[in-house]
């Protein structure tokens, strides 16, 4: 599907025949418009030939890792390259930090950090 809103009325048998059976199958269908300005949004569909419809996109989910380092007063968090680990003696606490972004946000409960 995609994210062009196509009226009911102008899809082919085969477009109509995807959302009718991912509704059946339970799937979120999307109807495109609301309030301006207009959008997609998760509704229970109609079928309305001036409606525009889709199978609600599954979200794209990324993973992000960052090195940190806190400075051994701990009053200082920032990242650092990988050999700045005991090069200088430091006393400095190393992590790695791992978090998913989905769509462009990040999930806190996805936050994970393993001391180096």
Request: hydrophobic letters at 35%.
């Amino acid at each position: 599907m995609t994210d062009t809103p196509k009226l009911w009325a102008d899809m082919t048998p085969q477009e109509k025949g995807a959302l009718l059976l991912a509704d059946q199958e339970g799937k979120a269908i999307e109807v495109f418009g609301g309030a301006y300005p207009y959008r997609w949004y998760e509704d229970y569909p109609v079928w309305d030939d001036d409606a525009a419809y889709r199978i609600k996109p599954e979200p794209k989910r990324e993973t992000m890792t960052a090195r940190l380092c806190i400075d051994a007063n701990c009053t200082s968090l920032h990242m650092r390259p990988d050999y700045y680990r005991g090069e200088y003696g430091d006393d400095n606490f190393y992590f790695i930090l791992t978090l998913d972004i989905i769509d462009g946000k990040p999930d806190p409960s996805s936050i994970k950090i393993e001391e180096l």
